[in-house]
């Protein structure tokens, strides 16, 4: 995923769909797609850390891009016959603003770490589960998971 432009693939839907029923059933859980949902968030995030492949792939290829633009871009400066912008990180860069919900993209050398990508996304997914819950104790339930200890 750090690679190869593979956001916009399908079979990451289906390894999300294979690691999602491999793992209900060792845990001896049926769960809807809104616990699902919060499953795939991490731990400190209120899930249990089974990050969904769909979600992450966006933001595993955009960090290193980002990394290798400058040199990149010095390479193919002195190549007038390519273009100069990658049609790839583009894509990419697309799906990830509709999965963070337009949040800015990172800039600088916060541009160069997953995690500044990647949390918008999860900050966006933990909304939608947010506004889906309906009752407040399953509300409460969430917030409780991702509040601190009380010691």
């Not at 491999?22 to 089974?50: T, Y």
């Not at 997914?125 to 998971?145: F, I």
């Amino acid at each position: 995923m750090r690679c190869s432009p593979c956001a916009n693939q399908p079979a990451l839907a289906e390894y999300d769909n294979l690691v999602r029923k491999e793992s209900v059933p060792s845990q001896n859980l049926d769960l809807s797609d809104l616990q699902w949902l919060q499953a795939s968030l991490p731990v400190k995030e209120g899930g249990l850390g089974v990050r969904r492949v769909t979600s992450l792939a966006p933001s595993a290829f955009l960090a290193p891009a980002a990394s290798t633009d400058v040199l990149q871009q010095q390479l193919l400066l002195h190549s007038p016959t390519v273009a100069t912008t990658d049609t790839a990180v583009s894509l990419a860069k697309n799906i990830w603003s509709s999965a963070a919900q337009n949040s800015p993209l990172p800039i600088g050398l916060s541009a160069h770490k997953q995690s500044a990508w990647d949390k918008p996304v999860m900050a966006s997914e933990r909304l939608e589960l947010n506004n889906s819950l309906s009752n407040p104790a399953d509300q409460a339930r969430l917030l409780a998971t991702t509040s601190p200890p009380v010691l």
